[in-house]
Each structure stands twice: as structure tokens, then as C-alpha cells.
């Protein structure tokens, strides 16, 4: 008898879970800002979980979900007419020709308006973090204070982090999409630091479930000063510190699969500190043979 229960109660989860991930792209732009609330888990500890549910705050408008309608549909075609013409929007043979490419640029606040900024503050620590437009539009101006003190809740044993990262590209109906950056093999930044260091992330969505939490690395140096400086980064030196172990043939990372990037600063030094970032783009260094970046040893090498 308890089998046909819990056979129907899997089914009707799992027809909840379908239902959810259908109508949810529809109606979410309808509920305002509570559906952020409503699937949000963290809770700062000792704190009180909020009594009102969130559905309660929801504002259901009509009018709205017609015209959020009619901008979805203007982007599937928009995406349909691009995927007819070759990838990106481009020719073929204009992409298989293509050896740059500028991904983000920072010239407006509809281009700051891309990224996120956080810090620890979020966990209860005391670090600070803005982003703006630098002198004359011409670059992207972080900055803030990093503070390592650790917030006294009994539970935090680390603190001082501020980071940036770009929102994930999002197709109509929000469907999730990726940057394919399989036809390059560099990242190419133009910067101007204060001499702190900072770690380039990639996000990536491999192909295999127990490689999901995969995070790709790069430490990057800024030499601080007047001058600009431009680094180019080969995908090869980054590594993967999500499990421990470097990138290489057995572990690649998925260019064709990026789902954003980001810069975080943790060197664990109390103070200031400021990042001016002009452009991030793509190279595709046909100079550069490098296949992997760090030393490997055979483990029984033949004499």
C-alpha cells in the first residue's frame, strides 16, 4: 500500500517541478521583486525568519504581463533570425575568420548595469564595494575597503572579499545561454590597478553533473601606477581550484560553455583598493603553442 503512495507523490512533485519550470519564465517578470525572496535560502544566523509569506507581497498587473510578453517574442525572433544567419549573428565565414573580440566594454551605465557587485557584507562582514564610470566614460571604476574581521556569529571563520561578476547571458522566455568562446584561445584585458592582486573567474557549465561546481581560475598581478596595462591571459593558465587540481587534457575548461566572468579581491590586507577596467575581450594568439601552463612530471620515467 505505501508503494502506489509514493509513487503518486513523486508524480505530483514532479509534475509541480515541470509546471514550475514552464510557467515560471512567464510569470516571473509579473511578480515583481518577491520571487527573489521567495526562492532564497540564506538566512544571517540569529537572525528571525520572516513571518509574512512573500506570495502575499506579490503585485499580479496584467497590463505588464502583455508587454513582457510581446518583448519575448521580439527576442525569439531576433535569436531565430541570428541563428539562421551563423553563429553570434555572424557568417560562418566571418566567424571562422574572427581573431578578436571586445565581450564587455565599459562606456555607459547600461554597461555597468551588466555586472553585480557583492562583498562580505553579505555574510555580516564589513567590506565595501562600489562600481561607477571612470573619467570621461572611459572605463569601469571598482573600488571600496576590503576588513577581514570576522562578523561574531559563531559560525563565519573567514571574511574580507569583494568581487564583480558579469550577469549570465539570458535568452527570451529565460532561457539560459552561453558565451562560446571555443574559436579563441586568450583573454585580453586593458587595466589599471593599484598594485593588489586579483583572481579572474570563469564560469563555466560542463557537460557532466559531477563537474558542476567546476570554477576556473587566474591570479592577476596589476603592477599599480599611471599606466594603463594590458594582460592577455591564455585559457591554458587558468586553473581549477573548485576540486584542487589544475586544468589539463582530462579536465578542460568548456569554452563553448561560459557562463560569466568575474573579478574578486581576498589578498587578506585591510585597505583600500581600486580597479579600473576599460575592456575584457578575446584573442585568438595563433603565436601561442602553449597546451599547458604547468610543469608535469612523469611518475615512472624510463632511463
Not at 525572433?77 to 541570428?82: A, G, P, S
Not at 578578436?100 to 555607459?108: A, I, L
Not at 571598482?142 to 576588513?147: I, K, Q, R
Not at 561546481?213 to 591554458?236: A, C, V
Amino acid at each position: 500500500m505505501a508503494l502506489p503512495v509514493m509513487l503518486l507523490n513523486s508524480a505530483s512533485l514532479w509534475g509541480r517541478c515541470c509546471r514550475h519550470k514552464v510557467l515560471h519564465p512567464l510569470l516571473g517578470p509579473l511578480l515583481s521583486d518577491s520571487m527573489s525572496k521567495l526562492y532564497s535560502s540564506y538566512r544571517r544566523p540569529g537572525s528571525q525568519p520572516e513571518k509574512k509569506p512573500s506570495w502575499q507581497n506579490t503585485d499580479f498587473s496584467f497590463k505588464k504581463g502583455i508587454d513582457v510578453l510581446k518583448t519575448q517574442l521580439s527576442m525569439l525572433k531576433k535569436e531565430t533570425k541570428d541563428y539562421l544567419i551563423g553563429p553570434g549573428g555572424h557568417p560562418f565565414s566571418q566567424y571562422m575568420l574572427e581573431q578578436t573580440r571586445v565581450v564587455w566594454e565599459f562606456r555607459s551605465q547600461e554597461d555597468l548595469n551588466k555586472w553585480v557587485i557583492s562583498s562580505d557584507v553579505e555574510i555580516g562582514g564589513k567590506s565595501k564595494v562600489y562600481l561607477k564610470l571612470g573619467r570621461n566614460n572611459q572605463a569601469a571604476l571598482l573600488y571600496g575597503t576590503l576588513n577581514t574581521e570576522v562578523p561574531r556569529d559563531g559560525e563565519t571563520k573567514y571574511s574580507g572579499y569583494c568581487s564583480m561578476r558579469a550577469k549570465p547571458p539570458v535568452g527570451s522566455f529565460a532561457r539560459k545561454k552561453y558565451y562560446d568562446w571555443s574559436n579563441f584561445n586568450s583573454l585580453f584585458l586593458r587595466v589599471r590597478g593599484d598594485g593588489r592582486p586579483w583572481m579572474v573567474n570563469i564560469y563555466t557549465d560542463p557537460y557532466f553533473s559531477h563537474q558542476k561546481d567546476d570554477l576556473y581560475n587566474y591570479f592577476m598581478f596589476t603592477r599599480g601606477g599611471p599606466y594603463w596595462e594590458e594582460i592577455k591571459i591564455p585559457f591554458s593558465k587558468f586553473f581549477l581550484s573548485s576540486r584542487g587540481r589544475v586544468q589539463d587534457d582530462q579536465h578542460p575548461i568548456w569554452l563553448d560553455k561560459v557562463c560569466t566572468l568575474g573579478f574578486t579581491i581576498g589578498d587578506k590586507v585591510d585597505g583600500p583598493f581600486q580597479l579600473e577596467i576599460d575592456f575584457i575581450g578575446l584573442l585568438n594568439d595563433r603565436a601561442h603553442t602553449e597546451e599547458f601552463a604547468y610543469e608535469t612530471y612523469e611518475k615512472n620515467p624510463k632511463v
